[in-house]
C-alpha cells in the first residue's frame, strides 16, 4: 500500500477498511508509511474475504472487489478447492465443479496445482480430517511421497481418489498405498488403473 493523504476519499476508506477486516486502524496506517510489511497469508485472507488486492498492494481502488479476474499480486495464488477427498478406500471425486476458491502465498514450480480438503483419520497425526493440503500434478512418485492417486472411475470421466503415502515395488507394473496411521491397511494398486497423481506439497490449515 502507498500512504495516503489525509482528508481524501482514499484516506476515508481506512475506517471502512478496518470494519471489513478487522485490522486496527493503526495497523493500516503502518501498513500505508510502510513502517510494517503485510505478510502473504494476511494479504490471501483478505483476498477470500472480497478485498480488491489492487486496494491491497496500493491503498486506492474499490475495497470490495467486483471484478473477478482482477489481478492477484505476484506473491498471490489463488487455487480450486475439492472438498472431501479420503484417505481411505477411494471415493469418487474431480467430477464436479470445485467447491470454492482460497487465495494463498505462491509456490513456485507447482503443475496443475488444486487445494484438496481431506477426509478421514487414516492419515493421523500429520493430517486430520478437513485440513486442507496444496498438491500438484507429477509425473510419478517417490518413495515416501503423500501423493493423491486419481484411479479411473467404473464410468467414464470420473476419477476416484484417496490420499497415502506411495511406496514401489519389485514389480513394475505395481505399487503400495500406505496410510499413515498404522491402524489402517496398506493397498496395493496397478498402475494401469491410475489417470494421474497429485503429490501433496503443503499443509495450508495454518492460514486460517
Known sequence: ????????????????????????????????????????????????????PVFIETGKGDIINTNVQSELPQNIMRLPVYANIPCGSPALIFQDEPVEYKTIDKIKGLRNPVILEVKGDSNLPLIRDKDLIVASEIQK?????????????????????NIKLFQS???????????????????IHQ?????????????IRDLY
Do not use: W
Open 191 to 203: 498402475y494401469n488403473e491410475v489417470y494421474n497423481f497429485y503429490k501433496c506439497i503443503r499443509l
Open 169 to 187: 515395488t519389485k514389480d513394475k507394473n505395481t505399487f503400495l498405498l500406505k496410510p499413515i496411521n498404522t491402524i489402517y491397511d496398506t493397498s
Open 1 to 52: 500500500m502507498d500512504e495516503l493523504t489525509p482528508n481524501t476519499p482514499e484516506h476515508k476508506k481506512v475506517s471502512e477498511f478496518s470494519k471489513l477486516t478487522g485490522i486496527r486502524n493503526t495497523s493500516i496506517h503502518q501498513y500505508l508509511r510502510g513502517d510494517r510489511n503485510m505478510g502473504n497469508k494476511t494479504k490471501a485472507v483478505l483476498i477470500d474475504k472480497g478485498i480488491n
Open 141 to 161: 512418485p517417490k518413495n515416501g511421497d503423500l501423493v493423491a492417486t486419481n484411479f479411473r472411475g467404473a464410468d467414464p470421466g470420473t476419477l476416484n481418489t
